[in-house]
């Protein structure tokens, strides 16, 4: 009886290719959670040559005009109360988006104070524009 231990292949997984694909997966999935960060400020600029109408009832419409008197939704509000009456505003149409249509002329810093205001409330701001 010739009893010998046979040798046996050694089965193997070439893994050089895998550092690479999940290499590139890597990078795949860090330039998608960038894109979709949801705590970007999505604001337009003033003049869009694909300005299109969005508003629907829900959302709350803030105006300031040229010489910084401010409108929710046509009913005309001092600054000094201007948060208080948009929490009022969003909780009664259950709203979390405001869309502010701001004069040309106002500044920036208008502007930053407006988005303290709503960023305190934890409302979404977006910025109406006018097509070119």
Same mark, same amino acid.
């Given at each position: 009886? !010739?009893? %010998?231990?046979?040798?046996? @292949?050694?089965?193997?997984? @070439? ?42 009832? @829900? !959302?709350? %419409?803030?105006? $300031?005009?040229? !010489? !910084? ?7 005309? $509000? ?22 502010? %249509? ?23 701001? $977006? ?6």
């Amino acid at each position: 009886m !010739n009893i %010998r231990k046979r040798t046996r @292949e050694q089965s193997e997984v @070439e893994t050089g290719a895998l550092a690479d694909i999940l290499f590139f997966l890597m990078m795949f999935f860090l330039m998608i959670s960038t894109l979709a960060s949801p705590d970007a400020i999505k604001l337009l600029l003033p003049e869009s040559s694909t300005a299109q109408q969005t508003a629907t009832k @829900e !959302n709350i %419409r803030l105006t $300031v005009d040229e !010489n !910084n008197q401010y409108f929710v939704d046509d009913v005309p $509000v001092s600054f000094d109360v201007l948060e208080s009456y948009l929490a009022e505003q969003a909780k009664s149409k259950n709203s979390e988006t405001v869309i502010l %249509r701001i004069s040309k002329d106002r500044t920036v810093q208008d502007l930053a104070k407006i988005y303290d205001i709503v960023a305190r409330l934890n409302l979404a701001l $977006v910025m109406a524009t006018d097509k070119q």
